[in-house]
């Protein structure tokens, strides 16, 4: 009964690479969010999607696309992935109603050597 | 735009004892929401407390509560009563009341250490 769920939890690969991170809620959340924490665990947002449409997107490289088929799915694709991409990868998801919480994935932590 | 600043890195504190985690922020909005997240080894993100903005009573949960200081932008946590399940890095957010922009501003978290 997960609420929030993100796979895979851990990612290595190669420089270069084309990678996904696949998240899913079964809170019947409308809205849903990816963050970045890096090596020094600063969090920050990437990416919020409210019924499947965007919403916000930061300042993120366009290698980063996020996809969402449905509002119960966000998915982050990573082209030509870069050692700074090194980090873990939160996702998220909220119902947007006055200040209803956010409630987080377990992360997925991606290492690029 | 809306900054979140925690001063205190690491903070360490003796089992059952009281500990304060320091939270400001900045923005021009009036109406707004905080909330303090922790993050123990286990990497999830975990919801302690949060506060409306608009109202002037300190939320409580339990051991956790918040000395929230409109006027000064603070934004404080109390944990008291201190258990080794504490020990976590905790973080402070903002987040604007605008429909649209429900993001959360992270400020740099503490890490917590419960000494037995």
């Known amino acids: 009964d997960t609420a929030v769920s993100q796979t895979p939890k851990y990612l290595v690969t190669q420089m270069g690479n084309d990678k996904s991170i696949k998240c899913e809620q079964n809170l019947g959340h409308d809205t849903m969010y990816w963050y970045k924490q890096d090596s020094k665990k600063f969090l920050k947002i990437m990416f919020s999607?409210?019924?499947?449409?965007?919403?916000i997107n930061e300042t993120v490289p366009n290698r980063f696309s996020p996809k969402s088929p449905d509002k119960a799915h966000l998915n982050l694709h990573i082209n030509s992935l870069e050692l700074g991409d090194s980090a873990v990868y939160f996702c998220?998801?909220?119902?947007?109603?006055?200040?209803?919480?956010?409630?987080f994935g377990p992360g997925t932590r991606l290492l690029v050597l | 735009a809306q900054t979140v600043t925690q001063s205190q890195p690491e903070m360490s504190v003796q089992e059952a004892e009281t500990v304060t985690l320091s939270c400001t922020y900045d923005?021009?909005?009036?109406?707004?929401?905080l909330f303090w997240y922790k993050q123990p080894p286990s990497r999830q993100m975990i919801l302690v407390i949060r506060?409306?903005?608009?109202?002037?009573q300190n939320a409580t949960e339990n051991r956790f509560s918040v000395n929230f200081q409109k006027a000064a932008k603070s934004f404080s946590l109390k944990i008291s009563d201190s258990q080794l399940g504490d020990a976590a890095m905790y973080f402070c957010a903002y987040r604007r009341t605008t429909l649209g922009n429900e993001k959360l501003t992270f400020g740099t978290g503490t890490r917590l250490t419960i000494i037995p």
């Open positions: 998220a998801s909220s119902q947007v109603n006055g200040w209803e919480t956010q409630y």
């Open positions: 506060q409306e903005a608009y109202k002037q």
């Open positions: 923005t021009s909005e009036s109406d707004y929401y």
């Open positions: 999607y409210n019924n499947k449409e965007l919403i």
